[in-house]
């Protein structure tokens, strides 16, 4: 059974939607760890609520590689294979990325490389886009721009503000994530320059 | 009947989609000159061959201001309303733009912000994006960045090439550029900040 480890600063809707296809068994993997580098995160609670173990590790006035020496620790110690970020609002320093080669994912709610970066949706808003969605990519040291796994187009519509759209990306990104694992742990895929392409 | 300008340096496949939607009935309007700053350009032929007023303006060696005077004298004596740019490979003067003000319309292959200026299904490719599409815009002094009117997202498959990926760009380029047209015609819009929000 393949072991994850998420990471994440808030509530992690995310990282629910991906407890919950673990148990619907759409997902064959299961959750070893669940860290935070924030204190107050919802997700921490609602880890512990479903008997997974949970881990605040604080970030404040730490030194980003020595910070991720830590989590990297916690990380080894409960035998996590990959790694998916989960509205984690740190960037990670080279050594993470190294420590786990291939083995981290996160998902942003656009279709990169289309607005990167903080409130993505809000940014889709007021360029005046017609579609939008959601991204899950390998991570890499630079913010939103490893290759590319899984994408979800959702139109952006004349009656949206910023809440009723980042609703209708956030139902993508709950299945997005789920596909993404599955399709790294199932290795059936191959990275041609940045291109990630599936072999079956 | 609305008068439209077409400019373009190609083919113009994207002025035979507009021709084509006139001719059955799918937008109310004319085609009242085409014309190419390339003497080569296929498209003058095509014109031509629909019995449309074709010219050709050379642009070589010209300075942008002096050449597109030329251009907008021409569009004025053809009482042009809207100016259809179709393949057209220059960017556009201040003068030109404010000469028809929200009244120049461009396609680009691509869902914009995404791989704006040249080659943008081979950008796409690379960047191993997993949607694409087309982006009709009002047209400013700034490459591909004037308010959206219409887009339509086009999925990446495994199996693309530059092509075959181009060819199903394309497709919805077609269906993308009438629509907008349509929509610019009926007035039925409003632009709040960049965003373009039908008004019924």
Redesign the interface.
């Known amino acids: 059974m393949s072991r994850l480890g998420i990471l994440l600063s808030g509530r992690g809707s995310n990282f629910e939607a991906i407890a919950d296809s673990i148990e619907a068994g759409r997902l064959d993997a299961e959750i070893a760890i669940v860290i935070s580098n924030s204190p107050r995160a919802k997700g921490l609670e609602r880890a512990r609520q479903r008997g997974l173990r949970a881990v605040c590790i604080p970030s404040k006035a730490m030194e980003r590689e020595a910070y991720d020496r830590l989590v990297v620790a916690e990380l080894r110690e409960a035998e996590v294979e990959l790694v998916c970020l989960a509205g984690f609002m740190r960037l990670l320093s080279a050594y993470f990325v190294e420590e786990f080669p291939q083995r981290i994912l996160n998902i942003h709610p656009s279709?990169?490389?289309?607005?990167p970066g903080l409130e993505a949706q809000a940014q889709a808003?007021?360029?005046?886009?017609?579609?939008t969605?959601c991204t899950v990519h390998f991570v890499d040291e630079r913010l939103d721009a490893g290759?590319?796994l899984?994408?979800k187009?959702v139109p952006v519509l004349?009656s949206d503000n910023e809440e009723s759209l980042a609703a209708r990306i956030l139902e993508q990104e709950h299945v997005a994530y789920t596909e993404a694992i599955r399709l790294v742990l199932s290795g059936a895929y191959r990275i041609d320059?940045?291109?990630?392409?599936?072999t079956r």
């Open positions: 279709l990169l490389p289309s607005f808003l007021e360029h005046g886009t017609k579609y969605g290759p590319i899984i994408q187009a004349d320059g940045r291109r990630v392409v599936r």
